[in-house]
């Protein structure tokens, strides 16, 4: 095997001296013993890592040289060790040795990730034997460390200081890790491979180490598993489990050996993210998602709508739980839950009294997420009492029928509210909302703060749909969706339609004034339209808003007398000019800013 040398112990971080950068003659870059003090370096590394690029540019292209200080060095031996763990780095010979200069050419290309080496391939390139890594890319490193740049690569590794170079680790792997499993052990398994003292470093990194796809193959669960716990006495693991990527036939073996892993090792879980998409095998998985948590700060747990399994988790004993995810239709009963801060929940006619339970029991929480599907029917809307979530900062209602949706916010007490996006489904019918929006609003408790004005309201008036929404703080939006009238026709049901919009409309974009007492300075109408749809003109929204648009005018104008500033479309500037003619409406008014057409439709 290739031996490095060994040149004695890196430099320690204490230095003193300044940085420089100047030209040192053309395809060279001289690494010169001008440093700062480790702070310094620490506090500039984010910035000079967000402008390598820039700076790299056109050092790679025109192979242009530079004299690195120490300061400057972690952006060259951070685009060195991407280049290598990417496999398109190729070291030409070096050009000075007194000033440890080295010649750089660099391939761009996309390299294969889906091929993996054998044990012989990579003993014969010198490599440690780890059968599961990439051919291609470890060939050419392989070919680098073979050549004589390779020791000058070694050489300037070892200037540096330990906690630099897990710095550049850290950005290495956070950088090239996407939350793919297949990228991700090809972005870091390298890490382990540059040379012996990066490999060691490597080692003592948790965070290389500790996110493992439990997918991936056997060997390379225990490799990732064993470095974990050797770089740390109790490693903070992060588990991703999808049996949808494992092959039928493997799926048996694959369940025993992912029970014995979560079982094994659930004490040093701190993130949870396990998808059950199968009947097949489910009790396994349910026994081993019933062990003691004491760690898990995170959990996503996404159940097939067929796929039932117990309602108990973790035996009730996860108290450091405070990230929630559940996809699923039953409620889950984890313990107590004082620890929880955000919850992300699907609901429908099956969990809704558990998870609402749930809400109840976790007075903590400060982000609140309340999901439907598109199509859901609607979910009974029992009265119950009011659910104070006194530290809830931010709400979201999605995808929910309107009845439900409504009937919900009215039972929540949020007073520290600061974000709320509400979404809902209407439906046709010729009654009145039993509880309209703002009434709704007005039940969570929140007042908008005086020392804290918003700028602007925003009205977008698309096909299908209506949007009011604020910028600043607090950030709020309101959706009413009415897409599944697109296609309805016939008088009567025009007639009811427009009147049950119209109706609706009134009270969704007048809510932020009367539920939250907003007033903005500005005031944005915009009304959208799809430029692919022939029949733009028949939207139900649209088609109700142009034949009510003087109400519908008058009701946002009187809503909102604090604007100064209003924007609207051209083609309602007459419906406008009327009802300025009012001295009341708009007091304050001084600009009117005119769009010459309409907006495509962004939703």
Not at 43 to 62: A, H, P
Not at 100 to 122: I, N, P, Q, W
Not at 324 to 346: C, Q
Not at 522 to 530: A, D, I, Y
Request: charged content about 25%; overall charge neutral; hydrophobic content about 40%.
């Amino acid at each position: 095997m290739f031996e490095l040398p060994r040149l004695g112990d890196p430099p320690t971080p204490e230095y003193a001296g300044k940085t420089s950068l100047r030209s040192r003659g053309a395809g060279r870059v001289g690494l010169r013993e001008d440093a700062v003090t480790w702070s310094a370096v620490e506090k500039n590394l984010s910035e000079d890592m967000s402008k390598r690029s820039e700076i790299l540019e056109l050092f790679w292209k025109e192979r242009f040289a530079f004299d690195f200080g120490v300061q400057q060095q972690p952006v060259l031996v951070f685009a060195v060790l991407e280049k290598a763990l990417s496999g398109g780095l190729n070291f030409a010979a070096p050009v000075d040795d007194h000033d440890l200069a080295c010649e750089f050419s660099v391939k761009f290309g996309d390299v294969d990730y889906k091929e993996f080496a054998e044990t012989t391939v990579r003993e014969a390139h010198g490599l440690s034997a780890e059968p599961w890594v990439d051919v291609h890319r470890m060939r050419r490193l392989a070919e680098f460390r073979a050549g004589p740049s390779s020791q000058r690569l070694d050489m300037v590794l070892h200037r540096f200081p330990t906690e630099l170079v897990k710095k550049i680790l850290e950005l290495c792997q956070h950088e090239e890790s996407p939350s793919s499993k297949k990228k991700r052990l090809s972005a870091t398994v390298p890490l382990a491979s540059i040379n012996q003292r990066i490999r060691e470093i490597s080692f003592t990194c948790p965070d290389i180490w500790s996110t493992i796809y439990l997918q991936w193959p056997e060997e390379v669960v225990a490799v990732y598993l064993h470095r974990a716990k050797k770089s740390h006495e109790h490693p903070a693991l992060t588990i991703y489990l999808d049996p949808r990527d494992s092959r039928l036939e493997d799926l048996k073996s694959n369940m025993d050996r992912w029970e014995s892993f979560l079982k094994q090792n659930m004490a040093f879980i701190k993130t949870l993210d396990v998808v059950i998409h199968n009947e097949n095998r489910k009790h396994a998985l349910a026994l081993a998602l019933n062990t003691p948590a004491p760690a898990l700060l995170t959990c996503s747990l996404v159940v097939a709508n067929k796929v039932h399994l117990p309602t108990s988790l973790f035996s009730k004993q996860a108290p450091q739980l405070r990230n929630v995810t559940f996809r699923s239709n039953a409620p889950y009963d984890f313990g107590p839950a004082s620890s929880l801060r955000v919850l992300d929940i699907r609901l429908n006619q099956e969990n809704a009294r558990g998870f609402l339970n749930l809400i109840k029991s976790a007075p903590g929480i400060e982000s609140l997420t309340l999901v439907c599907s598109y199509d859901a029917k609607p979910i009974s809307s029992t009265l119950r009492k009011p659910l104070i979530l006194s530290q809830c900062r931010a709400l979201t209602i999605r995808n929910m029928h309107w009845t439900f949706a409504r009937y919900l916010m009215s039972m929540l007490r949020l007073p520290a509210l600061d974000q709320l996006y509400f979404h809902e489904v209407q439906e046709l019918s010729p009654e009145d909302p039993a509880i309209t929006l703002t009434s709704a609003l007005t039940s969570i408790g929140y007042d908008a703060p005086a020392d804290r004005p918003t700028q602007s309201i925003i009205i977008d008036v698309h096909p299908h749909r209506a949007v009011v929404s604020t910028d600043g703080s607090p950030r709020l939006a309101f959706v009413s969706d009415w897409q599944e009238y697109e296609r309805l026709a016939g008088d009567v049901v025009e007639e009811t339609l427009s009147r049950r919009i119209l109706t609706t409309l009134d009270d969704v974009l007048a809510a932020p004034a009367y539920g939250c007492h907003i007033q903005p300075k500005q005031l944005v109408l915009r009304v959208h339209n799809n430029r692919n749809n022939g029949a733009q003109n028949n939207g139900s929204v649209t088609s109700a808003f142009r034949q009510g648009i003087q109400p519908f005018l008058l009701q946002v104008l009187r809503a909102y007398p604090s604007v100064e500033v209003l924007q609207v479309p051209e083609h309602v500037m007459a419906a406008v000019k009327i009802l300025l003619d009012d001295p009341n409406i708009l007091p304050h008014l001084g600009t009117i800013q005119v769009c010459d057409a309409e907006a495509p439709d962004s939703v």
